[in-house]
């Protein structure tokens, strides 16, 4: 009996749950700590390869060059852009668009928006089951993949925003079906932005049984998801123009070729499961470092969702094994499931929230840790120095010009269409200026050596 005499009500909590202000303090360290630790790459002009591809495309699209279903090619040149869908890089265009194509690090500050979302829909897909949100968000930023793709603006980012969204609205259609609407969009959207790899949240129903051992309820939400994306797509095919001619030669291009084995594989299955199988090591040590594990079972109202997230992780994992390309950015969908999973199993250690006791000493370390990455690295190039200077010297000698078929050249390629629009000549058979590692052919002489190992050849009749 309590003290006014009135029977005790029982404490519904859950052995992952934390102390709210406690919580929200440590989710807000963890944002300082990641800008802190990306400042250097946010402040210059270094960006992947990918990135750069899609940077330079959604800025010939923002220009009025393309279509959404003709997307122009990352160099300048005429040529159609067929290796991925084109909703991704067309959302990018709109971003710049709205911020302007000049300003400096807009791509840069479109995947810091995405990276922002993915973080808060982690915290979101916890919370729902009543445990820390900042565990699994510590889980997934402390994997060096995750932050690396989070800042590349890769397309996976927007995937993986997609994947989350669908999860949430695939839980709240398990009460109320009608949100599977949402999910058969989100599997829509990601095909028109990654292609197969989009379709993931088709898989969920299955998932939900799994989960609940309901099959009827599993079916009628499987059927509105799957219903969903195949009146979606039917409208696009036949009432927009466009659509259907893009989706065949995108089908042509890369899917059927990767099926029947005309594209390369590159670096194999083994180097993605290897990637896999180390970001499992660092989560799991991170998470011995700063939690416990706990089976005990679920006090609270809200239930626990363990085996749902192991199959998702699974099965965002196992289709990226099927393509002929295996890249480690290509893993981003899968690491929140993978935080979610492992962090269900956990309880945060009593030092790791008892820090909130010194978050004002902790607080002004951070700021004071961010303002030094500010001053130390402001006004730098990064990584891609060489690249991006000889770009700024290729600027001085042509406005347009050939590059060789060389990897070596390929970044050089695309900074100088990112920051000085040399378009890139690909139809002249005897171009009068052309950029290359080594040397094109007798009638052409150096003139100038833009970086070690790359120089600007001009032919011999045409030599400035």
Request: aromatic share 10%.
């Amino acid at each position: 009996m309590s003290r006014n005499g009135h029977p005790k009500q029982p404490v519904s909590s859950s052995p992952t749950q934390t102390d709210p202000p406690a919580e929200t303090w440590l989710l807000g360290m963890l944002l300082v700590l990641l800008v802190a630790y990306l400042t250097p790459f946010f402040l210059s002009q270094e960006l992947a390869v990918d990135g750069l591809v899609y940077a330079n495309i959604a800025m010939r699209l923002a220009a009025g060059e393309g279509g959404l279903w003709s997307l122009p090619q990352f160099s300048g040149t005429d040529q159609v852009f067929t290796d991925h869908p084109p909703l991704g890089i067309y959302a990018l265009s709109l971003w710049m668009q709205w911020l302007g194509t000049s300003t400096p690090g807009v791509e840069k500050g479109f995947s810091a928006v995405l990276s922002l979302v993915v973080i808060a829909l982690i915290v979101v897909l916890a919370r729902r089951e009543q445990r820390s949100g900042a565990l699994p968000v510590l889980l997934f930023l402390c994997v060096p993949i995750a932050t690396y793709t989070l800042k590349n603006n890769f397309l996976e980012t927007q995937i993986c925003i997609l994947y989350l969204v669908a999860c949430l609205a695939a839980l709240r259609a398990w009460s109320t079906p009608v949100w599977g609407i949402v999910v058969g969009l989100c599997a829509l959207f990601g095909c028109l932005i990654k292609g197969p790899v989009g379709l993931l949240p088709l898989l969920i129903p299955a998932a939900l049984w799994l989960q609940h051992r309901d099959l009827g309820r599993a079916t009628l939400i499987g059927a509105i998801i799957l219903g969903t994306l195949l009146l979606g797509a039917a409208i696009l095919w036949y009432a927009v123009d466009g659509v259907a001619r893009a989706a065949e030669f995108y089908w042509h291009k890369q899917v059927f070729a990767s099926i029947t084995g005309e594209r390369p594989v590159q670096h194999g299955r083994d180097y993605l499961l290897w990637h896999a199988l180390v970001s499992t090591a660092v989560m799991l040590a991170v998470a011995l470092l700063v939690a416990r594990p706990s089976f005990v079972p679920r006090a609270s109202a809200a239930p626990g969702y363990q085996k749902f997230w192991g199959v998702m992780c699974l099965a965002a994992l196992l289709p990226l094994l099927l393509s002929a390309r295996h890249y480690r950015h290509y893993l981003l969908p899968v690491l929140p499931f993978m935080a979610l999973f492992i962090s269900g199993w956990l309880t945060p250690h009593r030092w790791l929230l008892a820090l909130y006791q010194w978050r004002g000493v902790i607080a002004c370390a951070c700021t004071a840790l961010l303002l030094v990455q500010l001053v130390r690295h402001w006004d730098q190039t990064g990584d891609r120095k060489a690249d991006i200077e000889a770009a700024a010297l290729l600027a001085q000698y042509v406005d347009d010009v050939a590059f060789c078929n060389d990897e070596r050249v390929l970044h050089l390629r695309l900074y100088s269409y990112r920051l000085h629009r040399i378009r890139s000549r690909v139809d002249a058979a005897n171009p009068a200026e052309i950029v290359c590692a080594t040397s094109p052919g007798p009638d052409y002489l150096s003139l100038q050596i833009l970086a070690p190992g790359i120089t600007l050849f001009a032919r011999k009749d045409e030599r400035r």
